[in-house]
């Protein structure tokens, strides 16, 4: 990973835990995403190479940090956030989003929200989709 990456992430982490209250996750089912997002289709079959893929990057960029480790937006950075990160675990949220809303979400960050935009973070932008096999598999 590039050093600005990491430097990028810790400044942005640092920000968003300046408060310690935390907040509840506003309601799952609603799109942040434009509707022409869904439209988007992921072209990388979710094998489990794609999805160990997908975790190491969820970790190396520092999704864990506001997601958790679990993927249930509870990490070290989420405290204070308003809204909460999401809870990738929401089996009610996975089917209410496609994979094109999320890399949308993942690429631009999300109105309204402390998610930040993670498109530079990625040295090839086809690896979102890994990421999303990975997020994908998190379903509960």
């Known amino acids: ?3 600005w990456k990491v430097t990028t992430l810790a400044c942005a982490a640092a920000l968003m835990t300046a ?3 935390t ?3 506003r309601d799952p089912i609603p799109p942040r995403a434009p509707a022409a997002a869904k439209a988007d289709k992921n072209p990388i079959p979710s094998t489990p190479e ?3 893929t997908g975790r190491e990057l969820f970790e190396e960029i520092g999704c864990a940090g506001c997601h958790g480790d679990a993927g249930t937006g509870d990490g070290p950075a989420a405290a204070g956030m308003e809204p909460s990160p999401r809870n990738f675990t929401n089996g009610k949220w996975q089917e209410a989003r496609t994979d094109g809303e999320l890399r949308h979400t993942i690429f631009r960050g999300s109105e309204g929200t402390p998610m930040i935009a993670n498109e530079p973070m990625f040295d090839d932008p086809e690896d979102v ?3 999303i096999n990975y997020i994908r598999s998190l379903k509960q």
């Open 129 to 131: 989709w890994h990421v």
């Open 19 to 21: 408060s310690a209250v």
């Open 50 to 52: 794609s999805i160990q």
């Open 23 to 25: 907040a509840a996750e």
């Open 1 to 3: 990973m590039k050093f």
